[in-house]
């Protein structure tokens, strides 16, 4: 037991812990406001892997992790106004066409890379480094926590934003109204198709910017599916803050650490067979439902198309 | 007329959408199309691939058509499938040396339905329990189980004669028998009555009607003293229950043995389908036939012409908007022509 307490296994599983937290955290958010909304995203896992894909090519092939990531947002945001155009302006099926976008961008972008990439598998750079000075060489925790690329600072930064959105501003209470509420908010004058429209693009490029991180700063790669359910989790970050965001915060780091569990492992030496580990995230995403599942919470037009008129 | 354009029209959209997506990488789309259907359904050879792929297919599709009318989201196929799938591949060469053959093989079907039906439990106690949204609990529960699975075939069910990590493999006389001399198995059999006794039961019988009223709107079947709950679990069961159904034909029909890694991915290409055929169990063959097709002749694409299977999931992610899109402009219609 001894081996696991070192240093070097406790700086991994941070360091780790936050990489692979950070895309959670990032479409969590995204989601959060898109439920707030009344939305059901369930196409956040394609604007991911959309994100994912452009955000890799663009930073490959210009050389710039910052145009990656401003193309993995665009990338979310694209697939995210399909998403607006069909679930709020035409009021289909949230959940059907959840589903077609999240198949249809895992087909197209696993295309993609086929024709492009399937030969040469190219590798980006390793992406820069922010070190917060002061901070990043305090033992064990300096390292995991205060060096990394200047998005993750921005995407923490990012909770409290929205946390003041949602609290303080007329934004968060008309978000709130589309998705408790629609009617009462039409009857006060607020538009509810572009309040939803503006909370399914922002999930997008939240989605598309975390997908975007994963491929060029936590795998260096884009490989077909890597998103690997990663959506799906956000998802459940979202249902089970509550309207939160700090613990959308807290969620996406508790599941960071059980994602990178193995490279810590690996590194401090014990060998656990990764498919044993790879279980890890889902069943504890299983074992938080059951025990705090009574205290999830959703807005009650959820799922539900506006319609004006319509009882 | 009308119902055969809304199931025609979004079919074409797709092929044409996504024929244009092949256009821009290159690749002829016609030709593409008819290498699929000639490879999938003109040769004697993709006919009977066909055929047999359609028996996993169409047992998915019974268990989603008994939760989609029930309003209920089991979008875990996957997982009950494998993991019954790798019960099955573990069980089955154990029994056949105990028992007589056909014990054996009914024993197995057995044990695959309730491993599946084992494996929705959690999704449903949290959906009737909390009313926690099923499609993300059976999805996650998707996962774990595929992961399971490959624990259990690399280190429980590991059959220690070989190099490769599978299962021990069930001797080819001792899986179920092909038909007529051809080399489709006799699992389309048990699909095809599963998809006809699904028929039945929604449409012909009380328990059917029941699910049906909670899918259509559970707080009137509430009201109506309808235990909800229970019928969340039932209908959750039945579901995952014929997708592990469907993981055990393909094992004991065509594999034979799971290899780690294995996971084919029908699931969620089933939930297009299902809608196509408007959650109507009969109607579901038809559009079975069309995807089997698809995967097969698509396959056979993927290594003669270039285009690799992903293309399939996007023309089915694309019909699916495409219908989405198409019932809505023609509900829309209707309305107006309501309102003149």
């Known amino acids: ?48 892997l959309a994100g994912s894909y452009a955000g890799f090519v663009v930073a490959y092939a210009w050389d710039s992790f910052a145009f990656g990531f401003v193309a993995g947002g665009l990338a979310g945001m694209a697939v995210a106004s399909l998403m607006a ?25 696993a295309l993609l890379h086929f024709f ?92 598309g910017l975390g997908g975007a991180y994963m491929a060029e700063v936590g795998a260096g790669l884009f490989v077909p599916y890597m998103t690997n359910g990663a959506g799906f989790i956000a998802i ?43 279980m890890l995230p889902f069943a504890m995403v299983i074992l938080v439902l059951v025990i705090f599942g009574r205290n999830s919470m959703l807005p009650p037009a959820l799922g539900l198309p506006y319609i004006r008129g319509e009882r | 007329m009308r119902a055969v354009a809304r199931v025609v029209v979004p079919i074409l959209l797709a092929l044409g959408v996504s024929g244009l997506v092949l256009l821009a990488l290159g690749k002829n789309p016609l030709a593409y199309y008819s290498d699929v259907l000639s490879r999938g359904l003109l040769t004697w050879g993709g006919l009977q691939a066909t055929i047999t792929r359609m028996a996993p297919l169409l047992l998915i599709a019974a268990g989603l058509v008994v939760s989609f009318q029930a309003g209920i989201w089991n979008l875990g196929t996957d997982g009950q499938f494998l993991l019954a799938g790798v019960i099955t591949a573990a069980l089955t060469p154990v029994l056949v040396g105990i028992v ?30 909390y009313g926690i949204n099923e499609i993300i609990t059976s999805l996650m529960m998707s996962f774990l189980g595929t992961s399971l699975a490959n624990v259990l075939v690399k280190i429980s069910f590991r059959d220690p004669s070989t190099d490769v990590p599978q299962t021990q493999v069930l001797p080819v006389a001792d899986r179920l028998p092909r038909l007529f001399g051809t080399t489709v198995h006799s699992g389309i059999l048990i699909a095809i009555a599963a998809v006809v006794l699904v ?63 294995w996971n084919p991915a029908y699931g969620l290409l ?71």
Not at chain 1, 242 to 253: E, K, Q, T
Not at chain 2, 230 to 257: D, H, M, Y
């Open chain 1, 1 to 48: 037991m001894n081996a696991l307490l070192t240093e070097v296994f406790l700086s991994t599983l941070i360091f780790g812990a936050v990489t692979a937290g950070i895309p959670l955290l990032l479409a969590g958010l995204g989601e959060q406001i898109s439920e707030k909304a009344g939305i059901l995203n369930i196409g956040i896992e394609g604007m991911m």
């Open chain 1, 85 to 109: 155009l069909f679930c709020v302006r035409l009021s289909l099926n949230q959940i059907v066409v959840g589903i077609a976008l999240t198949l249809s961008a895992e087909g197209l972008t």
């Open chain 1, 116 to 207: 492009q990439f399937s030969r040469t598998y190219p590798r980006l750079p390793k992406a820069p480094v922010l070190a917060i000075p002061g901070l990043d060489n305090i033992a064990v925790i300096g390292p995991g926590l205060f060096r990394h690329n200047a998005i993750v600072y921005l995407a923490v930064l990012l909770v409290a934003v929205v946390a003041w959105l949602f609290r303080k501003t007329y934004i968060g209470l008309n978000l709130e109204a589309a998705g408790n509420k629609p009617a009462a908010l039409d009857a006060a004058g607020i538009d509810v198709l572009a309040t939803r429209t503006g909370a399914v693009l922002t999930t997008g490029v939240l989605a």
């Open chain 1, 236 to 278: 459940v970050l979202a249902m089970l803050a509550r309207g939160r965001p700090l613990w959308v915060l807290l969620g996406a780091l508790l599941f960071g650490v059980s994602l990178s569990l193995t490279t810590a492992l690996q590194v401090a030496g014990v060998d656990i067979p990764t498919d044993v580990v790879q």
């Open chain 2, 100 to 129: 007589p053959w056909s014990i054996a093989i009914i024993l197995s079907l057995i044990v695959a339905f309730a491993v599946g039906a084992a494996w929705s439990l959690i999704p449903a106690f949290l959906k009737a329990s």
């Open chain 2, 199 to 261: 028929h039945v039961v929604m449409t012909r019988t009380a328990f059917g009607l029941k699910l049906r009223m909670v899918g259509a709107n559970p707080r009137a079947a509430a009201h109506a003293g309808l235990n909800v709950a229970k019928l969340t679990f039932a209908t959750f069961a039945l579901s995952a229950g014929l997708a592990g159904l469907a993981g055990a034909v393909e094992i004991l029909g065509v594999q034979g043995t799971v290899r780690a890694d």
């Open chain 2, 270 to 340: 089933v939930v297009p389908l299902v809608f196509l055929a408007r959650f109507h169990a009969l109607g579901v063959i038809g559009f079975t036939v069309f995807f089997a097709v698809l995967m097969i002749g698509g396959e056979s694409a993927s290594r003669r012409l270039g285009v690799p299977q992903h293309f399939v999931l996007l023309l089915v992610g694309m019909l699916l908007l495409f219908l989405a899109l198409v019932d809505y402009l023609d509900h829309r219609r209707r309305l107006m022509r309501a309102s003149l």
